[in-house]
C-alpha cells in the first residue's frame, strides 16, 4: 500500500457545524502532515505530527484541531468555520522528518471544504 | 512574502519537445528542492528532487538543474508527452526547520 487516503473527498458545512477531516497511511510514515491549499495558491503547511506528537503549528486559529491516534491515522477536527476556510486540505506523510534527511512526501487526493 | 516563486502561471508546448519549467527561491537556508506534479482533484505526487550540494539530477525524462548562486532551479522534461499536462510545483525545504515551502505553481499543457 503505496498510498494516503483522505475522507471525505468533498464536504459542505456550516458556520456551526462540527466535522472532522480524515487521514489514514499504511507505509510505516512516522510524520504526517495537513495542507492548506486556496485556488490558485500553493500548499500552506498548517500541521506536522512526528513519531505521532505534534512538532509544528503553522500559528493554525483554534478552530481546527489536529489529532494523531496512532502512526496510521491523521484527523483534522473542524469547528466554528468561517466561509474563507474553505480550501482544498491535503494530507501528506513521510518516512521521517529529521534535519538532514528529506524525502518526498506522499500527498493525498485532499478534501475540498466548503464552509457556508 | 513568497519565497519560492515560480513565474510562469503557465505554459504550452508541443508532444515530442522540451518543457522547461523554472522556480526561483530566495532564502539561502534551503538547501533540498524537490518537483511535485499535481493533476486536477489529486494530491501531488513527487517528481524528483536534488540537493544543494549537486547542480544536476537526472531521472528518466525529468532533469533538474540547480544554479546555487542564481537562486534558481528549472525542471527539464524531455521529451514532453500529452500525459505530463498538469499543475508543477517547486518546493524548497529549510534546513532550519525542515519545512517544505512550495512555488505557486506552473500549469504545463503539452499539446498533441
Known amino acids: 500500500d503505496t498510498e494516503v487516503t483522505q475522507t471525505p473527498k468533498h464536504l459542505v458545512m456550516g458556520m456551526t457545524n462540527k466535522k472532522s477531516l480524515k487521514c489514514e497511511q499504511h507505509m510505516g510514515h512516522r510524520a504526517m502532515y495537513w495542507y492548506k491549499q486556496k485556488a490558485k495558491k500553493p500548499p500552506e503547511l498548517m500541521f506536522v505530527?512526528?513519531?505521532?506528537?505534534?512538532?509544528i503549528n503553522e500559528s493554525v486559529p483554534s478552530r481546527f484541531s489536529p489529532e494523531c491516534p496512532n502512526s496510521s491515522l491523521l484527523n483534522l477536527h473542524l469547528h466554528a468555520l468561517q466561509p474563507e476556510d474553505s480550501a482544498l486540505y491535503l494530507c501528506?506523510?513521510?518516512?521521517?522528518?529529521?534535519?538532514?534527511?528529506?524525502?518526498?512526501?506522499?500527498f493525498g487526493s485532499g478534501t475540498r471544504l466548503t464552509v457556508v | 512574502d513568497q519565497q519560492v516563486k515560480q513565474n510562469s502561471p503557465s505554459l504550452s508546448v508541443q508532444e515530442g519537445r522540451i518543457s522547461i519549467l523554472n522556480c526561483d527561491y530566495t532564502n539561502s537556508m534551503f538547501d533540498y528542492f524537490l518537483w511535485y506534479k499535481k493533476y486536477p482533484a489529486e494530491g501531488p505526487t513527487f517528481l524528483i528532487s536534488?540537493?544543494?550540494?549537486?547542480d544536476k539530477n537526472e531521472d528518466g525524462r525529468f532533469t533538474v538543474f540547480l544554479n546555487k548562486s542564481a537562486k534558481h532551479l528549472s525542471l527539464h522534461i524531455v521529451p514532453s508527452q500529452p500525459g505530463d499536462s498538469a499543475v508543477y510545483f517547486c518546493?524548497?525545504?529549510?534546513?532550519?526547520?525542515?519545512?517544505?515551502?512550495f512555488g505557486t505553481g506552473t500549469r504545463l499543457k503539452v499539446l498533441a
Open positions: 501528506a506523510s513521510s518516512q521521517a522528518q529529521t534535519i538532514n534527511r528529506h524525502y518526498g512526501y506522499t
Open positions: 536534488i540537493s544543494s550540494i549537486k
Open positions: 518546493a524548497a525545504v529549510d534546513s532550519g526547520t525542515y519545512k517544505y515551502i
Open positions: 505530527y512526528s513519531y505521532e506528537k505534534l512538532s
